[in-house]
């Protein structure tokens, strides 16, 4: 769908933007430019993170570091194919535990220490 159409029932009004946090994009050009500004800055896993939460409905905050880490060990310890899949186990496990950022941590944690053993039997 065009954009002008689209947009044509709101109400659009200008926001300052001093910080240049906002861009134009116009072409795919433009677009590759914003995503290398937004890389320099070291927002785009911030603002991933932020966009799935939305997007799947979620408002828990977990340790990103603890499971950036996990999926590591378990894609260097295990076989590459098992870093998201762990991850996304260690989610359903906390979840099913009705847990909050803690029960994802303690998943987290018995998941890295799993890998990590797998690791160390297959050297």
Do not use: N
């Not at 966009?51 to 979620?58: S, Y």
């Not at 996304?88 to 847990?99: I, N, Q, S, T, W």
Request: hydrophobic share 45%.
């Amino acid at each position: 769908m065009p954009l002008r159409r689209l947009l044509g029932p709101l109400d659009l009004v200008r926001v300052p933007d001093e910080e240049r946090v906002s861009f134009d994009c116009d072409t795919w050009e433009d677009l590759g430019a914003a995503q290398d500004r937004i890389r320099e800055h070291g927002h785009v896993l911030d603002g991933w993170i932020t966009a799935v939460k939305a997007e799947l409905g979620i408002t828990l905050d977990v340790d990103v570091r603890l499971l950036l880490d996990l999926a590591r060990d378990a894609a260097h310890g295990v076989d590459r194919p098992a870093a998201p899949l762990t991850s996304f186990l260690v989610g359903y496990a906390a979840g099913r535990a009705e847990g909050g950022p803690e029960a994802v941590a303690e998943a987290a944690r018995k998941a890295e220490a799993l890998a990590k053993r797998w690791a160390a039997e297959a050297k």
